[in-house]
Nanobody, 120 residues
């Protein structure tokens, strides 16, 4: 069994920063693509940023230049550094990973979500 544990969300003022973490544990052989998604009230879940095992990244236009996605492959951990936060960033943020299990199967896993609220 594989689980993703997210941390780092909270309440922050506009212009502030937060750092989200997502730690994967369990029967993991390797992890390919990892990403962050978010879901604001009344909206669909949308991609925020993704990163490949080789370190290539892609960002949503709304966050490019403000957010930085990174990963520690040795620790099976994903990060999202969020700077210059604006109220529109308010959402539940979810970690997403494509994992190859020790049995050889490829599976998609989601974290439990962590709330980010940007408000004065």
């Amino acid at each position: 069994q594989v689980q993703l544990v997210e941390s780092g969300g909270g309440l922050v003022q506009p212009g502030g920063s937060l750092r989200l973490s997502c730690a994967a544990s369990g029967s993991i052989r390797s992890i390919n693509v990892m990403g962050w998604y978010r879901q604001a009230p009344g909206k669909q879940r949308e991609v925020v940023a993704v990163i490949t095992s080789g370190g290539d990244t892609n960002y949503a236009d709304s966050v490019e230049g403000r957010f930085t996605i990174s990963r520690d492959n040795a620790k099976n951990t994903l990060y999202l550094q969020m700077n210059s936060l604006i109220p529109e960033d308010t959402a539940v943020y979810y970690c997403n990973t494509e994992i190859r299990t020790v049995l050889g199967a490829r599976r998609i896993y989601w974290g439990q979500g962590t709330q980010v609220t940007v408000s004065s």
